[in-house]
């Protein structure tokens, strides 16, 4: 049983018409890009499979083998040319190594000596002492006190001078 009043009950006004062409249009538009998803998915897969046949064909084909020499007649080896001169650098005289020492240790030296001296001056007391005592052990100033010392150069080289009295009395 039909009822007469069906056709009035569904809606034909132009907003549904509307609302169906957005939504036939919205689906249209995701079907598509799913679509388009999955082709890209699978073209990756592919890009890859055909990456690792790619691979295997160039790792596993026959390496072209050499020739061989055919050996004709043999030409006289040819003369050695002249030893060439060596470069400058190694013509130069070697330096002695005790003078090569000397200045290493000067140079030390004189790097303890900056580093305690910057040290004393940021108040790092402790660091600027051990530096300081580096400094004098690799050779600096033994026990001749400078104008341009300072106060815990002073203390370190008086006792240095006091050790050095007192090693002198034992002997």
Partial sequence: MTDDLEPLLTP????????????RQTTAVLRRRRRLRRLAWAGAMAACYAAGALTTYLALRPRPTE???????????APEPESPKPPPWERQPKPDPRAVAEAERRLWAEHYRAEGRRRERDGDWEAALA??????????????????????????KRARQEESEHVRKID
């Fill in 67 to 77: 020739t061989p020499v055919v050996a004709g007649p043999v030409d006289p080896p």
């Fill in 12 to 23: 034909t006004t132009p907003e549904s018409a509307r609302r169906d062409e957005l939504l």
């Fill in 131 to 156: 530096y300081y005592r580096r400094w004098l052990d690799a050779g600096g100033d033994r026990t001749d006190v400078d104008a341009d010392d300072s106060w815990l150069v002073i203390a370190l």
